[in-house]
């Protein structure tokens, strides 16, 4: 949908650099999802923020990766020192109430460690 | 572990005949389902959602869910050459709480002219 806005839409990156992906969710969505999908697999949930929290993040995985969803601005995903096991899509989704599963997906933001 | 799993495919049909794509989940206390739509190279499209048992129509596409079986299926009628797509499906938590989905692999189809 191309309410939730995700930045870059590609993005390159060497082996032990940092990657930065952005998401503003819809006007009027407070709750924001990341997804990760390798190539050739399904998507997987990472995290789940509101502002200024982090609901669940079962999916992260336990070093490396983090995210926050400030006051002001997009939901960001970090990830430092990148390896080529990281090299996928990211996704976010947003929405209106929370348990409300009927999130919108923005375009993606498809990662490459070089 | 949540599992949903789905045929891989490739499913394809002729234009105009329904295509059948099936969904099958391990957590019995999942409570919503979803189809989403995911062509090449871009992000995943809601096509329906279903909460209860039996059948839900939207347009060509019917949505069936057996929460006894743990199975839920999309048909797709008088299928069409854009309807060439990976299709997702997708379960939430138990208790929908927390807005989590879980996804299978999902099913690409293809329709030919």
């Known amino acids: 949908n191309a309410g939730v806005m995700q930045n870059p839409r590609h993005l390159v990156r060497r082996r032990g650099q940092e990657a930065r992906l952005r998401c503003s969710p819809m006007?009027?969505?407070?709750?924001v999802y990341w997804y990760r999908q390798l190539p050739e697999e399904g998507l997987k949930f990472m995290v789940y923020?509101?502002?200024?929290?982090?609901?669940?993040e079962s999916g992260m995985p336990k070093e490396r990766f983090s995210a926050e969803f400030p006051k002001e601005g997009p939901s960001i995903l970090r990830i430092q020192q990148v390896v080529r096991g990281d090299s996928a899509a990211y996704f976010c989704?947003?929405?209106?109430?929370?348990?409300?599963?009927?999130?919108?997906f923005g375009q993606g933001t498809r990662l490459t460690v070089v | 572990q949540k599992e949903v799993e789905q045929n891989s495919g490739p499913l394809s049909v002729p234009e105009g005949a329904i295509a059948s794509l099936n969904c099958t989940y391990s957590d019995r206390g999942s409570q919503s389902f979803f189809w989403y739509r995911q062509y090449s190279g871009k992000s995943p499209e809601l096509i329906m959602f279903?909460?209860?048992?039996g059948d839900k129509e939207d347009g060509r596409f019917t949505a069936q869910l057996n929460k006894a079986s743990q199975y839920v299926s999309l048909l797709i009628r008088d299928s069409q050459p854009s309807d060439s797509a990976t299709y997702l499906c997708a379960v939430t938590d138990r208790g929908s709480t927390l807005g989590r989905l879980y996804f299978g692999r999902g099913t690409q189809l293809t329709v030919w002219p």
């Open positions: 923020l509101q502002k200024e929290n982090i609901i669940d």
């Open positions: 279903i909460y209860s048992n």
């Open positions: 989704a947003s929405s209106q109430v929370q348990g409300n599963t009927e999130a919108f």
């Open positions: 006007k009027g969505h407070s709750h």
